[in-house]
């Protein structure tokens, strides 16, 4: 994965607010500044030919619905070949490196098994969370939307994950050897172990990343049992942030589950499920001793986004960072896999 490089005079409109939106989403500032970006996005590709250049020579681009003085501004610039002045104080704002350290491997990464998009929670059309993944240098990427349980972030029926599937097929298809886009699920474990999908569906999928998101402080014993089980189903690929724990921002704080790690990770390891290093700031999960166990115990990892916004999926950076200093060896992080060796071991194969 790599950074993108500043944009500098002449930038096409639509180019310039997308980066704005990308760089406000990846050091996650006010998401109402990010939506009129990202709204004006879409309001640009909707015009007609020329409309655009006639709203700028007439000076009335803010007529349009969705179109502010900001994100008027940065198309009327663009639109005259210069370097919009706001997404130039934005670059130099918000434009430098996420995190000090971790940089060979997050060179390294070349996937994601965990990122969602406007079909659940996300911010962001898949369209625009390829297109994105494809500038940061990604060679594969899994959309893993919530399940029907999770009613809060709008997670997916059995049907909509189907029409889902098929859309990712046509999408996957379309970019040829640009990106490989494959279909999987956050789904929920439930509070038996079972998971939160059908079987069918399941086996329809690429790749099942699996996680708590529910009765986070359930005693010790039923939570590691809860656990045992999602990890024990054969459909179950990555055990997403196993704690749950929340260590900053705007949701609060939330301490870590209770269960026994060691035997969670040692049937981690046992069934080849990777361990998820969930590199959201909020959430930095697992905490540093319990990577370091998953490490004696002998599993693999994934270092994931869990992006909702199309600049989160650099936030991959804040885990390589994790893993680099804690010593997880590349050879044991899935996301430094080519797409056919992660095909295969998702398959189990
Ligand atoms: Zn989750
Ligand atoms: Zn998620």
Not at 72 to 89: M, S
Not at 273 to 279: F, H, L, P
Not at 313 to 340: C, F, S
């Amino acid at each position: 994965m790599r950074s993108l490089q500043p944009l500098e005079a002449p930038v096409d409109p639509v180019d310039a607010l997308r980066r704005v939106g990308f760089l406000l989403e990846r050091t996650r500032q006010h998401s109402r500044r990010v939506e009129a970006f990202r709204g004006a996005v879409d309001v640009v590709r909707g015009l007609a030919e020329g409309e655009l250049a006639t709203h700028v020579e007439g000076g009335t681009l803010t007529d349009l619905p969705g179109i502010g003085p900001s994100t008027a501004g940065v198309i009327a610039q663009a639109a005259a070949g210069e370097l919009p002045d706001y997404l130039a104080a934005k670059q130099e704002e918000h434009g430098g490196p996420l995190v000090t350290g971790g940089e060979t491997l997050t060179e390294a990464i070349i996937g994601d098994c965990h990122l969602h998009s406007d079909w659940s929670d996300g911010g962001g059309p898949i369209e625009e969370m390829v297109l994105t993944a494809v500038e940061l240098g990604h060679e594969w990427m899994v959309l893993t939307d919530h399940s029907p349980r999770l009613r809060i972030a709008n997670g997916l029926s059995a049907a909509r994950l189907a029409r889902q599937i098929d859309l990712l097929r046509r999408i996957d298809h379309s970019l040829g050897e640009s990106i490989t886009v494959l279909a999987g699920i956050e789904v929920d474990i439930l509070d038996d172990g079972s998971l939160d999908q059908s079987e069918e569906m399941l086996d329809r999928l690429d790749l099942v990343t699996a996680s708590v998101h529910s009765k986070l402080r359930m005693p010790r014993e039923p939570m590691t049992r809860r656990m045992l089980t999602a990890v024990a189903n054969p459909h179950v690929n990555v055990l997403g942030h196993c704690t749950g724990r929340l260590v900053t921002g705007s949701r609060g704080t939330r301490p870590q589950s209770e269960f026994d790690a060691r035997a969670v990770f040692e049937a981690c390891a046992e069934h080849d499920v990777a361990v998820e290093i969930n590199s959201r700031p909020e959430r930095c999960d697992p905490p540093d001793d319990l990577v370091e166990l998953a490490l004696e115990a002998g599993c693999l990892f994934a270092i994931d986004s869990d992006a909702h916004a199309p600049g989160q999926l650099e936030m991959k950076a804040y885990g390589a960072e994790r893993a680099e200093r804690l010593g997880v060896p590349q050879e044991r992080i899935v996301t430094t896999w080519e797409v056919d060796r992660l095909r295969a071991w998702a398959r189990g194969s």
